[in-house]
């Protein structure tokens, strides 16, 4: 079983910059497509950003591309995500999840495919 920890939110202003980290523990999720989705208050959870194994492949929602970057260091068993000209409504919580290689791509921006979750960490972007 893998467990995740989000870390890296907090208060930023518009235009500003934040890097959230994801640690994984338990076993190597280097076989694993890792990704981002965010829950603002009052909506539904959402995606964001996703990560193929080798890191080879990112897929982002039209909301963030352009601004936002997934990464991921297999070696430190860590995923990140680059936010830069935050807005307003980026304001969210923020999950890191993972679930099993998969080559099928239209499964890596549902919710419902990822198998582990983190417990979210709270992004404030302030105008």
């Known amino acids: 079983q893998v467990q995740l920890v989000e870390s890296g939110g907090g208060l930023v202003q518009a235009g500003g910059s934040l890097r959230l980290s994801c640690a994984a523990s338990g076993r190597s999720f280097s076989n694993d497509v890792m990704a981002w989705f965010r829950r603002a208050p009052g909506k539904e959870r959402e995606f964001v950003a996703a990560?193929?194994?080798?890191?080879?492949?990112?897929f982002y929602a039209d909301s963030v591309k352009g601004r936002f970057t997934i990464s991921r260091d297999n070696a430190r068993n860590t995923v990140y995500l680059q936010m830069d000209s935050l807005k307003p409504e980026d304001t969210a919580v923020y999950y890191c999840?993972?679930?099993?290689?998969?080559?099928?791509?239209?499964?890596?921006?549902?919710?419902?495919?990822?198998?582990?979750w983190g417990q979210g960490t709270q992004v404030f972007v302030s105008s």
């Open positions: 990560i193929a194994w080798l890191g080879r492949t990112t």
């Open positions: 999840a993972g679930r099993g290689r998969q080559h099928d791509t239209s499964l890596y921006e549902r919710a419902d495919s990822y198998t582990y």
